[in-house]
T-cell receptor
Framework: GAGVSQSPRYKVAKRGQDVALRCDPISGHVSLFWYQQALGQGPEFLTYFQNEAQLDKSGLPSDRFFAERPEGSVSTLKIQRTQQEDSAVYLC?????????????FGSGTRLTVV | GQNIDQPTEMTATEGAIVQINCTYQTSGFNGLFWYQQHAGEAPTFLSYNVLDGLEEKGRFSSFLSRSKGYSYLLLKELQMKDSASYLCAVRAGGSSNTGKLIFGQGTTLQVKP
């Protein structure tokens, strides 16, 4: 597609519920990143994929967070047993090989509210 | 540790010039990025600096001093549509570099008529 697509755009979850957030990167983009952005803050790194390989998951805040990219394109971020502190915007970004100097193309994010 | 500092809020007048500063302390450095983010939207790329000096792109310019761990974004001829959050981000370096970006908290710029 023309840009990075994320769904759903908004998600309200009851505390304790599991959620799955989807990211469709730009076709051909090898690198894919997930970030968490709390209200009024800058994005914080969660995890990184190169194709289907998850090379860095150092930013995942707990073992309730899990990400996958099984075929090297679409990625899913799963949060189990959601808690109120998980409320944030979850951003996905992708980049193509050799395009690093232009940064990354971000999706519009999924706003997760845990009630 | 990793630390990126930028002012939380700034206000400027339409048509004026504003400078948004960013200081950083990171383990490794492989470039500094500025992004613009309107409320509820995706961050969009504005500029990239990896060498010291000034990069100019239309109404926007960005400066980097690696020895001082300092950058600024300069916006000229401010327009109302420039009201947004401006994010400073450093790309980590090193042998295990994954290219991840470390962001500051963002500077909310309000442009007034």
């Amino acid at each position: 597609g023309a840009g990075v697509s994320q769904s759903p755009r908004y998600k309200v979850a009851k505390r304790g519920q599991d959620v799955a957030l989807r990211c469709d990167p730009i076709s051909g983009h090898v690198s894919l990143f997930w970030y968490q952005q709390a209200l009024g803050q800058g994005p914080e790194f969660l995890t990184y994929f190169q194709n289907e390989a998850q090379l860095d998951k150092s930013g995942l805040p707990s073992d309730r967070f899990f990400a996958e990219r099984p075929e090297g394109s679409v990625s899913t971020l799963k949060i189990q047993r959601t808690q109120q502190e998980d409320s944030a915007v979850y951003l996905c970004a992708s980049s193509a090989p050799g395009r690093g100097i232009y940064g990354y193309t971000f999706g519009s994010g999924t706003r997760l509210t845990v009630v | 540790g990793q630390n990126i500092d930028q002012p939380t809020e700034m206000t400027a007048t339409e048509g004026a010039i504003v400078q948004i500063n960013c200081t950083y302390q990171t383990s490794g450095f492989n470039g500094l990025f500025w992004y613009q983010q309107h409320a509820g939207e995706a961050p969009t790329f504005l500029s990239y600096n990896v060498l010291d000096g000034l990069e100019e792109k239309g109404r926007f310019s960005s400066f980097l001093s690696r020895s001082k761990g300092y950058s600024y974004l300069l916006l000229k001829e401010l327009q109302m549509k420039d009201s947004a959050s401006y994010l400073c981000a450093v790309r980590a370096g090193g042998s295990s570099n994954t290219g991840k970006l470390i962001f500051g908290q963002g500077t909310t710029l309000q442009v007034k008529p």
